[in-house]
């Protein structure tokens, strides 16, 4: 027997004609936009489609980030500040500024998260972090507000064993196995500049994106490692290295960076004011 066909507006299932016209008349209702293009496999969104989840996400962000101020505001704690940080920041530095927040802000709570400098400015427009300790310069940026912290000297710590010179030139250190910090970081950038300066090109024996690694190598008699001076405070009287300052003078600078926002966030000034009090 035949089976009976569903009646007009019944179950039957829709051609994809009919579920682009129905996105298209959801679309249309709502933004006056279309927001979805359905193919046969899956939907994609379209320009206008990607600006609405992408401010979406802002909007959900700022909606968590308030409400999590509104529950500490009332439990009596001040807040989180989001931090991030780029590779070479001294492992010195931050401990230190984290014991001063404590004894001056105590109910403020730093998240640290390690994040290169073009991604850290990125996530300040975004909203998504709230500090950033990056490399200088950087392209400026409507939303976020820059301010220079430290311009360090850069030097080379060596194995005890090696007889080097009071200063190291790029002549001395381009016959010898050295380390540095990945391609993608500013330092990366500095040394190379550096060598080519004198003309060299070579390639490191072995790049790292943490200053303790690198410290290791020396320690281990494996390789030169070119650092900022301030994170070899910890080995300038340690046996098995030597430090040597770089001739010509490389220097690191850095910056904070910041959000502006239209109203201050105590918590944010709190960490600040701390990171301020550890720059130049």
């Known amino acids: 027997m035949r089976r009976p066909q569903p009646p007009f507006g019944g179950t039957r299932k829709r051609s994809p004609t009919a579920r682009s016209a129905h996105a298209r008349a959801f679309a249309s209702a709502r933004t006056s936009r279309l927001l979805v293009v359905r193919g046969r496999k899956r939907a994609e969104l379209t320009p206008a489609g990607e600006v609405l989840v992408r401010e979406g996400r802002k909007l959900l962000a700022a909606r968590d980030e308030l409400m999590d ?3 500490r505001r009332a439990s009596g704690r001040e807040g989180v500040v989001r931090v991030g940080v780029s590779a070479g920041v001294s492992t010195r530095l931050l401990p230190m500024a ?5 004894r001056s802000s105590p109910g403020v709570e730093v ?29 400026p ?16 710590l060596l194995p005890a064993s090696w007889n080097a010179p009071e200063r190291v030139t790029p002549d001395w250190l381009v016959t010898r196995r050295w380390a ?7 330092m990366h950038g500095l040394v190379a500049a ?10 490191p024996y072995l790049t790292l994106s943490y200053p303790g690694a690198l410290k290791s190598l020396a320690a281990a008699s494996q390789s030169a490692a070119l650092l900022p001076l301030e994170e070899v405070q910890d080995q300038l009287d340690a046996p098995g290295v ?7 003078r490389l220097m690191r600078p850095m910056a904070l960076a910041h959000r502006r ?4 966030d105590p918590a944010v000034d709190a960490v600040l004011k701390v990171l301020v009090g550890l720059g130049d």
């Not at 984290?98 to 404590?102: H, K, M, R, V």
């Not at 990125?122 to 200088?136: C, E, H, M, P, Q």
């Not at 409507?142 to 080379?156: C, G, H, K, Q, Y």
């Not at 030597?242 to 010509?248: A, G, I, K, N, S």
């Open 111 to 139: 998240k640290l998260e390690a994040v290169g400098s073009a991604e850290a400015m990125r996530r300040l427009t975004s909203a998504t972090l709230d500090i950033g300790i990056v490399a200088s310069p950087q392209p």
């Open 261 to 264: 926002l239209a109203t201050p």
């Open 69 to 71: 101020r509104v529950q």
């Open 194 to 203: 550096w060598f080519g300066q004198a003309g060299y090109h070579p390639r």
């Open 180 to 186: 540095s910090f990945a391609p993608a970081t500013q």
């Open 242 to 248: 030597q430090v040597r300052h770089l001739h010509p």
């Open 141 to 156: 940026m409507a939303e976020v507000s820059l301010t220079p912290w430290r311009n360090d000297p850069m030097v080379a």
């Open 98 to 102: 984290l014991e001063a927040l404590g």
